[in-house]
């Protein structure tokens, strides 16, 4: 049996980073990763594997770095913790000491048992897993009729894929009135469900599956709701993740609502030496403290720095004070990018907020080739002028502009504070300093506070 200082189980980016992070602040400590394949997927370029990188390979991750540190690493899945003997134990009955346990499983598709047909032959989901994917792209090849349920993030992203393809026709099927309704605004899920639209993907919205039928245990068709059938050679179900912790709740620690475990702000479990970050462990909205299901790389590897830094003694103070849900995507040439709150969340929470938008080029002059229309729309309290969301949309320069409003929002700026700020700007690179889409919005935003203290003062 080998003994190490810290046990890490998962090797997805919450855990490659809690393991460098853990062996750059704590060279002399022995880490050990246990994965249960070879090798990794980043996980938010699995869609691109079907027609852009036109490879699973070219998504793989891998633990180089960490092993290029000192570290190690074994490929066996984990079947038991031992917490009072301290020990994990692998399928092949392998055991393991810790003297501090991490566990970064991440989360897994929900799969819907209750919808007739749900275990079909040809009937997928988009997992995390090398093996699982490297599979699937063989299988799509040669589908024709492709049916995803589910227009979110995920669903739409693997849609304009395989919709590239002239062989294929590939449909959405939709329960809410629009794609990414959960993630962007009334506004900005209009405008993207518009562009799926034109990416030659057929979009079924407020619509649902009763069935998926099967012909000698294969998939043939998807019935909805609307008594329409559509004809499918395969179904992707992307209808959302769950925290994978089957292990954490054998093991006996605290889980919510949600199962996903229940943790301190320094990644502290209910028992004593174990630790977890990532998709399976919980998260907090970041306005109103309430557990929410936000599962992001993004997050996840912001959780695994503070983890890794303060494993050992508070080094840096945790201002991971909840998620703000900073997502971004590309549909159809179209970036789209989003973070905090927006107008969804105003009857979900009784929210008071006034928006701003600006739209302007992401060039300048704007005649220049490859400029790209630029909206950047804020959502600011009227009351002391916080941004507490924003969203952007036009080009490539909309997935780094959400991340200085994300910034923002987690440091608690103000529109004020933003008319001040000092910008870089370049013709080929950024919009003109005249007209900068983050501070223009800002300008309005302020102006339309002022109206509303002048309306309410007279």
Known sequence: MKEFDVIIIGAGPAGIVTAVTVKKQYPSKTVLILKEEEKGL???????????????????????????????????????????????????GSEFSYKK?????????FVPKFLPGYNLKNVFYIKKSYNYINNLFGELKDKKN????????????????????????????????????????????????????????????????QEIIGENGNVVSVKLNTGKELRADAVILAIGYLPNTTLAEKTGLGLNEYKAIIVDNFGHTSAKHIFAVGDCSETLDFLTGRKDRIMLASTATSEARILGYNLYGIRIRNNFTGTIAVFSTEINGLAMASAGVNDNDIPLINLEIISAKYTGVDRHPGTLPGTSPLTVKLYVSPSDGSILGGEVWGGKSAGEIINTIALAIQEKLSVYT?????????????????????????????SKINNTKTNHNT
């Open 418 to 446: 933003v008319l001040s700020y000092q910008i870089g700007t370049h013709p080929l690179l950024t919009s003109a300093p005249t007209m900068p889409g983050f501070i223009k919005a800002a300008e309005i935003a302020l």
């Open 146 to 209: 492709i049916v995803i349920i589910g227009g979110g993030f995920i669903g739409a992203e693997v849609a304009e894929q395989l919709a590239k393809f002239n062989d294929k026709s590939v449909s959405i099927v939709e329960k809410e009135d629009l794609c990414f309704s959960k993630a962007f605004s009334s506004e900005l899920s209009k405008i993207a469900t518009e562009k799926l639209k034109k990416a030659n993907v057929t979009i079924h919205t407020s619509t649902s599956v």
């Open 101 to 109: 346990l991490i566990l970064a499983t991440g989360s897994v598709p």
């Open 42 to 92: 980043i996980p938010c370029g699995i869609p691109y594997v079907f027609h852009d990188l036109d490879s699973v390979d070219k998504d793989s991750m891998g633990v180089k770095s960490f092993i290029d540190l000192g570290g190690e690493a074994v490929t066996e899945k984990v079947v038991e913790i031992d917490k009072e003997k301290k020990l994990v134990i692998t399928v092949s």
